[in-house]
């Protein structure tokens, strides 16, 4: 099979999967897992996909589901650095909602700092993290479990979140567009994201720069309805004055 042939074959398995790994795609083409890597930096230079550590994946996909084992070594460095703002924005003795992405799951990494917080989320990655530290409070959704995601989703979920008020919510999100607002490609895991946003008293949104300018399938709430965005690189001018208009407290590295 010729490069450029088997470069179409990666692009449409991006398509319909979100994600590719390198030695899934060595074992499929019997093509050693170097030539791979050469065939996905050819791609990411035409601008076509993300390579990360074992693969490469598309974060404009409306409607993928990517398993969170591999969205865990994506953009760290970014994650870690927007971990680091939002743990600036908490204060001790805070009730805070962190939802199942990644990013958050930074956020979770570093509360070790706080002497007294209670930690509200869906994540059992998040429950995992937290489990040693006494002096953090930790409440979990129960609901139907996502494996790709390791989250509880659904109406339990929701009407657990019913209960409880937060200080703040962290929360992150698949795409964001400025007209089309916040949205999710998986419909139950936006549900849960929009009743946290809902039972918070500061929402605070949590994206890596990928993520703008783009739209998936499900809806999680306007953009407008956020109090803060925090984001690794500075945004385009033109969701910059976006944010502006709303009124929206922006934070970058």
């Known amino acids: 099979m010729l490069a450029v ?15 590719v790994k390198v030695n899934n795609l060595s074992l499929e083409y019997n093509v050693s897992e170097e030539t791979i890597r050469r065939d996905l930096q050819k791609l990411e230079s035409e601008g076509q996909l993300y390579r990360t550590y074992g693969g490469a994946y598309l974060t404009q996909v409306v409607n993928s589901d990517i398993p969170v084992s591999f969205r865990e070594e994506v953009l760290v460095e970014s994650k870690t650095n927007i971990a680091e703002i939002c743990l600036g924005m908490i204060e001790e003795r805070d009730t805070i ?6 990013t958050a799951l930074h956020v979770a990494k570093k509360l070790y700092e706080f002497q007294k917080l209670t930690v509200i989320t869906n994540s059992m990655k998040i429950v995992s993290a937290l489990v040693d530290y006494d002096h953090i409070k930790v409440l979990c959704c129960g609901g139907t479990l996502r494996a790709t995601a390791m989250s509880f ?7 657990f979140l019913e209960n409880y008020y937060a200080d703040k919510a962290f929360v ?9 607002g ?8 936006a549900q ?6 809902e039972r ?3 929402k605070i949104l949590i994206a890596d720069i990928t993520k703008f300018n783009s739209t998936s ?21 033109e969701f910059e004055k976006a944010l502006n208009d709303f009124g929206i407290r922006y934070l970058h590295t």
Do not use: W, Y
């Not at 909602?97 to 990644?102: E, G, N, R």
């Not at 992150?172 to 089309?180: G, P, V």
């Not at 916040?182 to 895991?189: A, H, R, S, Y």
């Not at 499900?218 to 385009?236: E, F, G, M, Q, Y």
């Open 5 to 19: 042939e088997r470069q179409k074959k990666i692009i449409q398995i991006l398509h319909r999967d979100g994600f």
């Open 97 to 102: 909602i962190l939802d199942a992405s990644t």
């Open 153 to 159: 989703v659904g109406q339990e979920s929701i009407k």
């Open 172 to 180: 992150s999100c698949t795409s964001i567009d400025k007209d089309r």
């Open 182 to 189: 916040i949205t999710d490609t998986n419909e139950m895991e």
């Open 192 to 197: 849960v994201r929009s009743k946290m946003f």
């Open 200 to 202: 918070s008293s500061e």
């Open 217 to 237: 399938f499900a809806a999680i709430a306007p953009l407008s309805s956020i109090n803060a965005l925090v984001t690794d690189k500075r945004v385009d001018a």
